[in-house]
């Protein structure tokens, strides 16, 4: 269930306690008259189910009751009640595949500005990610993985073009294209200095470290499980099965790519220089594109509800919103 506070001005409150009442997947409906200050106006608490928070969000959106009042939405953990059940089964579809927009916009555009926060993880995840290479460790690497933040951002860019949104979609690039540049200056720097303390050996290559050399030579299969990851990361931030992510960020290499593009770039090997950036930017398109093509599937089956919501409500005699 989805917990919704509503500010509406007294005209607006009417309608969509209409709205509310109407809906099947709609419980706990609470009205509180001239109770809100700031913004002034009825203050409307209810839970509804959710597969049809959305839908439902969208109807109070066409009374304009979120620019002249407010919409506030939260996730209820748990509900202990025979009418919560019954608001589920009358929405349909399975909750685990209900996508609520309003809150995949919010996250996402979050995590897509550029910040000091996530700058800084995209240096330490590539530093990391460095030693790892250095020191030929799994671990290190899949810690690496973990750490790094990009995957908000290239989110972010997935929405933004379904939802055609060119702020976003400017502000998750910008992210992107300051974010690798920046944690590769950190990774060639810090060679580079580990080199002059004798920390590390004064040749490198990727053919004498195996997690280097698998890095810089991308391939088909690189390709293919950045796809996967892109569908299978859409799909964790979109529904709740949000603790699939983890399993995304360890299976694609943009952290380790960009820290071998550090690596090789301090001791001049330029072969696997060259076959990390493509590393880099392949496994960054792959999940660009199977993001996109996922959040655009979602977009389409939430259309369909939506209108078949609205074709329920004609049906039933309802006012229009």
Known sequence: MVHLRIVAPPEQA??????????????????????????????????????????????????????????????????????????????????????????????????????????IFMVLAALIASVGIYLDSPILIVGAMVVGPEFGPIAGFCVAVVERRADLAARSLAALMVGFPLAIAAVLLSSLLFKVASITPDTFTAASHSLSQTISNPDFFAAFVAFCAGVAGMLSLTTAKSGALIGVLISVTTIPAAANVGVAAAYGDWDSFGGSLAQLGLNIASLLLAGTLTVAVQRVFFLRRRAAHEARGRAAGQPAV
Do not use: Y
């Open 14 to 119: 009417d309608a969509a306690l209409q709205l509310l009442e109407a809906s099947a997947s709609v419980i706990n409906v609470i009205h509180l008259p001239d109770a809100a200050r700031k913004p002034s106006g009825d203050v409307i608490m209810c839970d509804v189910a959710r597969e049809e928070a959305s839908v439902l969000v969208a109807d109070l959106k066409e009374l304009s009751i979120h620019r002249d009042g407010s919409i506030a939405m939260e996730l209820v953990d748990t509900a202990v009640s025979h009418a919560a059940e019954r608001a589920e089964q009358a929405a349909a579809g399975a909750v685990a595949d209900a996508v609520i927009w309003e809150e995949v916009t919010e996250r996402t555009s979050e995590e897509s500005s550029i910040s000091a926060t996530f700058l």
